[in-house]
């Protein structure tokens, strides 16, 4: 039969109660044996009576302490001073399986009363059993005490206290105990609840990591900005037609020649090569907050938000990290290669097009296109990198860069002029100088072409040249200055 259990502050509070009682009686004792011997000089007959009343008062102590142990609804044991069972409550024995066992001593208890280490098959230290440390003067608890009665197994819970006599010498020590199987059980539901609480967790940390691992894989092909802009987190929340309106800067890169280049390489050669290439230019890009849209075969189209800076810098980049890029591949034996970059600014819509089967992200917009045509005027001018009017006017300050207007055209598809402008801060160091150097008089000379002074025009031109004969721009001016004064001569 399980008695009810008790908590530990409780059980400490019925071990004080305990102690107090022993107090008791070992004080009422005292008095009674003081009482007998100043009773020593009377007569016999008072000196009976006062004994009958001392006997008297100690069994009325005993008797009181015995139903006080009884009652309480833990075990109790009490070993005397040379180790040996002295006594043990209701409680004890129904836990114990059997009461008070004289004919042994301290040493013997685990083996008679079957008390065994819980959760193995070794019976526990008798040093260590909370009421042999009482009869070495200490206080102490432990709770991997198990009883075996037979096939039933009982844990409990043990605290063993030393009870002293007026001279501090140890005189009995007393064992509370009681049954903490619904505690245990307790435990055990609590860790198996934890169990399986880390287990869910754990599941649900490789979920979000296989979750993570699928959208970064997702995101080498349909970039993370992407579906920020859309939105979304996470590719699988992504749906066929979402789109979002933005106004972006557009870069366009394309290796010049390079059908030229690749008809020379095995396809295997050509791979190494482009995935050398574009993996020398992702990190300009990236490092100047853009991102790739997509490779078309050599070519990259990425993306900026916000301040046309960005992207301006990006190609700047670009070009630098090719210059280095070529010097290796000198070195190595291989002919360098040219590339050109091409940059407009303005309104676009992203979005995912396709079926249900397949769907691509794409942008859509006039800005895209002309940011393509703009790239394929490099070869034209001879010149590494181009920008729109729309992205110069949203540089934060175009005087941090090296730029000079180059042309207004009018780009297939579009009915307005284009204003385009070089931006040659990554030119050959000769080659900027001679630009920098010449960009008062090229502006005059761009100025008085615009206004028709072809002559005048053509002069600044040629003197342009004169300091700076690697100036492509300036030579197809002065071509047409030529041109134009020819064919008014004809007139």
Not at 111 to 123: F, K
Not at 156 to 165: A, K, Q
Not at 340 to 347: E, L, Q
Request: proline share 3%.
């Amino acid at each position: 039969m399980q008695e009810e259990q008790l908590s530990k502050e409780e059980l400490l509070l019925e071990i004080e109660k305990l102690r107090q009682e022993v107090e008791n009686l070992k004080r009422e004792k005292t008095d009674l044996e003081i009482l007998l011997e100043t009773t020593s000089l009377h007569s016999d007959s008072v000196e009976a009576e006062l004994h009958d009343k001392a006997l008297e008062a100690v069994r009325e102590g005993e008797a009181k302490l015995a139903q006080f142990l009884e009652a309480i609804p833990v075990g109790v044991a009490v070993l005397d001073a040379t180790g040996k069972p002295y006594y043990a409550n209701r409680a004890a024995v129904q836990l114990l399986g059997k009461g008070v066992v004289p004919s042994i001593t301290v040493y013997k208890i685990p083996d008679i009363y079957q008390l065994y280490v819980a959760n193995s098959p070794h019976l526990y230290p008798v040093e260590e059993l909370p009421i042999s440390r009482a009869l070495n003067g200490e206080t102490s608890m432990a709770d991997d005490i198990e009883v075996h009665q037979g096939d039933l197994i009982i844990p409990l819970e043990s605290r063993g206290t030393p009870i002293f006599d007026s001279n501090g010498k140890v005189i009995y020590a007393i064992s509370v105990f009681q049954d903490i199987s619904d505690r245990k059980k307790a435990e055990a539901e609590r860790q198996r609840f934890t169990n399986e609480l880390f287990e869910l967790n754990l599941n649900l940390e490789k979920a979000l990591d296989a979750e993570l691992e699928l959208t970064d894989a997702y995101g080498r092909f349909v970039p993370h900005q992407f579906l920020y802009f859309l939105g979304y987190e996470s590719i699988v929340d992504v749906k066929l037609g979402d789109q979002v309106q933005q106004e972006m800067s557009v870069l366009f890169a394309d290796i010049r020649d390079f059908t030229s280049l690749s008809e020379t390489l095995t396809p295997e050669e050509n791979f190494k090569f482009i995935n050398a290439y574009l993996s020398r230019m992702e990190p300009a890009i990236t490092e100047n907050n853009g991102f790739i849209d997509k490779y078309i075969g050599d070519a990259i189209m990425a993306l900026f938000n916000g301040e046309a800076d960005g992207a301006v810098q990006s190609g700047i980049s670009m070009l630098q990290t090719l210059a280095d890029y070529n010097q290796q591949r000198q070195n190595s034996g291989y002919v360098p290669i040219k590339i050109g970059v091409g940059i407009n600014t303005g309104t676009l819509m992203l979005g995912t097009v396709g079926g249900q089967n397949r769907m691509d992200s794409t942008v859509i917009s006039d800005a895209v296109n002309l940011a393509s045509r703009i790239e394929g005027l490099t070869k034209e001018y001879g010149v590494q990198m181009l920008i729109s009017n729309q992205t110069f006017s949203r540089l934060h300050n175009p005087a941090d860069y090296s730029i000079r207007i180059v042309d207004q055209v009018k780009v297939k598809g579009k009915s307005e002029f284009v204003t385009v402008y070089e931006v040659f801060d990554s030119d050959p160091p000769e080659v900027r100088e001679g630009k920098l150097g010449t960009l008062k008089r090229y502006e005059e000379a761009m100025l008085l072409y615009h206004q028709k002074s072809v002559r005048e025009a053509g002069k600044l031109f040629e003197e342009c040249l004169q300091k700076n004969p690697e100036d492509r721009v300036s030579q197809i001016y002065l071509k047409r200055c030529r041109d134009w004064r020819s064919l008014l001569k004809d007139f």
